[in-house]
């Protein structure tokens, strides 16, 4: 009886491996694009934006196959799967109807509705994927630090640039024309928008953070030096900056 149970248990844990790796690698994945992205220009020509959803949709790719394989394939209901099925719907329909009939609410121009519309369909994916695929509160930590160092790094590297006098992103891309360039993005609004998003991350994580140390050790005084926080403050200083 004590073999039999021990084999179950064996087969159980070779069972686990294959998902476990399946996981991690989907984590890697969607870890790359959410780095590479606003590295690479913010995707904002054919090779990254390419090379992005090539990223994204291999990390849906393995999360359907996982579920496939466990032999359920269900998506952990959240307030957004609603909006994001119909967004999809509408981008589809206006899409053939421009395509294939002359209906006014058809798209005009199905070239850009069909590459605009799979970019759209990517930062869709990204988040159903990573919202099934975290499955602990160490993997949300992970993206929620990879997201920030970035915006911090890439903050930091935009205020080198403007000190350095630099006319080219990385010292060698040129910017397009008429668009005032800040790190690595051609456009400076651009990446307003994105460190504005991440500032406000950062800002709850600070104090999701704050709020974990009060509950574990009762009223807390804030210490610059203690922990984590340091490089939280250093990271919203040079983002607002």
């Known amino acids: 009886m004590r073999l039999l149970k021990n084999r179950h248990c064996e087969a159980r844990r070779a069972e686990a491996i294959p998902e476990q790796c399946m996981s991690s690698a989907i984590e890697l994945l969607l870890l790359l694009a959410l780095i ?34 466990k032999g359920k394939v269900a998506l952990i209901n959240t307030a957004l799967n609603i909006p994001i099925l119909l967004f999809a719907i509408i981008m589809v329909l206006e899409y053939l109807a421009g395509t294939m009939t002359s209906a006014r609410w058809g798209t005009i121009y199905p070239y850009s509705t069909k590459v605009y519309s799979l970019g759209l369909l990517s930062y869709m994916i990204v988040f159903l994927v990573m919202v099934n695929n975290t499955s602990s509160r160490r993997r949300l930590n992970r993206f929620i630090a990879a997201i920030i160092s970035t915006g911090a790094l890439l903050a930091v590297f935009g205020i080198i640039q403007r000190l350095a006098g630099a006319e080219r992103i990385f010292w060698f891309r040129e910017p397009r024309e008429t668009m005032l360039f800040y790190s690595s993005y051609f456009n400076c609004n651009y990446f307003a928008n994105y460190i504005n998003m991440v500032i406000f991350l950062a800002l709850g994580s600070f104090l999701a953070y704050l709020a974990h140390l009060n509950r574990k050790k009762g009223f807390y005084k804030f210490n610059l030096f203690e922990g984590w926080n340091i490089l939280f403050v250093f990271a919203l200083i040079m983002m607002i900056v």
């Open 36 to 69: 590479f992205t606003p590295v690479a220009f913010a995707a904002r020509d054919l090779l990254t934006v390419s090379l992005m959803e090539i990223l994204i949709f291999t990390a849906a790719f393995l999360w359907l196959t996982r579920s496939i394989f």
